[in-house]
């Protein structure tokens, strides 16, 4: 029995402390809060402004026009020939002496002239007269002025001759509508013969090739005249 009264007792002390307790005093605590104040700072920042300018364009216009290709060497030369060809004419034997700048000498003696003169004497005779006469005497000359004697006894005391005097040059023949051939060929020529007694026929053949020398120098200086 006290026991039960005990444990009223701690009862009923429990009860009021739980109703003190839920009729307390509520207390609100509010949590200080700390305001932080920036500074805004304005930055101004350059803007790049890019301006157009006009320029001025240059207008390139491509045209096309056609260049003939170059005409090789090789043919211009051979237009050349033709046309210089073309342009030729017949001419008599004085006037193909025209343009002859010189001559070189050939001597010919057949073997009866050479018994009775030599072909040294011929040739001395040939050439001073050549030269006397203003005609000019060059070894590598494209033009060749050929003299000749020929003649035969025949055990006779008397000497049947002749002799020629002709001026050579190459010449280019034609045939079948072009160029075929090339010859050395005479383009002037004079010539004679006669008879002379033994005795006196070596000057007869020293004074004709005096004779032919003065024939063609007469004529060759009436084509070239002296400047």
């Not at 216009?61 to 211009?76: G, S, T």
């Not at 002749?162 to 034609?174: D, I, K, N, P």
């Not at 006669?194 to 120098?217: K, M, P």
């Amino acid at each position: 029995m006290k026991t039960h009264v005990i444990w009223s007792c701690v009862a009923v002390a429990a009860l009021l402390v739980g109703t003190r307790m839920s009729t307390g005093e509520v207390r609100t605590i509010e949590k200080p809060v700390e305001v932080v104040r920036t500074k805004e700072v304005v930055v101004e920042k350059p803007v790049e402004v890019i301006k157009e300018v006009p320029k001025e364009v240059e207008k390139i216009v491509e045209r096309k026009v056609e260049v003939p290709a170059e005409i090789p060497e090789l043919y211009k030369n051979a237009l050349a020939f033709m046309e210089a060809f073309r342009a030729t004419k017949l001419v008599t034997q004085k006037d193909a002496l025209a343009g002859v700048e010189s001559v070189s000498v050939e001597i010919n003696l057949t073997d009866d002239v050479k018994k009775i003169v030599s072909e040294a004497e011929i040739r001395t005779k040939f050439e001073i007269t050549l030269r006397r006469s203003g005609v000019p005497i060059d070894e590598n000359s494209r033009f060749t002025l050929t003299h000749t004697q020929d003649g035969f006894t025949r055990d006779s005391p008397t000497l049947t001759y002749s002799f020629t005097v002709a001026l050579e040059e190459l010449v280019v023949g034609f045939r079948d509508g072009g160029p075929s051939m090339r010859r050395y060929v005479p383009t002037w020529r004079k010539g004679s013969y006669g008879t002379v007694g033994i005795s006196r026929a070596r000057d007869a053949l020293i004074a004709e090739a005096e004779s032919s020398a003065e024939a063609f120098a007469n004529e060759w200086l009436a084509m070239n005249p002296k400047k």
